[in-house]
Nanobody, 124 residues
Framework: QVQLVESGGGLVQAGGSLRLSCAAS????????MGWFRQAPGKEREFVAA???????YYTDSVKGRFTISRDNAKNTLYLQMNSLKPEDTAVYYC??????????????????WGQGTQVTVSS
């Protein structure tokens, strides 16, 4: 079992920045590929970014160049640095852990563990 707890969400103006954190506990954090998803009101949850065990990263097109995913295995923590935020980035952001990962985006059906989510609101 892996427990994931997100933090760092909040309200920010367009063009601003936020850093999300996801603290993991339980099984060995470094064994898992990690990722971020988000769900906007009235929309399905969507993939945002992933980082493999060897720190290979992958991003959805809409956040490339603005968001950076990283991990600190010594601290069992995943991060998402979000810059140049836009109102369309407003969503609940979820941390995800996946044991079997072969690159590219994570998919809902393959994620093993989810966090509870943290709200990010970007005002125009």
């Amino acid at each position: 079992q892996v427990q994931l707890v997100e933090s760092g969400g909040g309200l920010v103006q367009a063009g601003g920045s936020l850093r999300l954190s996801c603290a993991a506990s339980g099984r060995t954090f470094s064994n898992y590929a990690m990722g971020w998803f988000r769900q906007a009101p009235g929309k399905e949850r969507e993939f945002v970014a992933a980082i493999s065990r060897i720190r290979t990263t992958y991003y959805t097109d809409s956040v490339k160049g603005r968001f950076t995913i990283s991990r600190d295995n010594a601290k069992n923590t995943l991060y998402l640095q979000m810059n140049s935020l836009k109102p369309e980035d407003t969503a609940v952001y979820y941390c995800a852990a996946q044991l079997s990962y072969y690159g590219g985006r994570l998919s809902d059906g393959s994620v093993d563990y989810w966090g509870q989510g943290t709200q990010v609101t970007v005002s125009s």
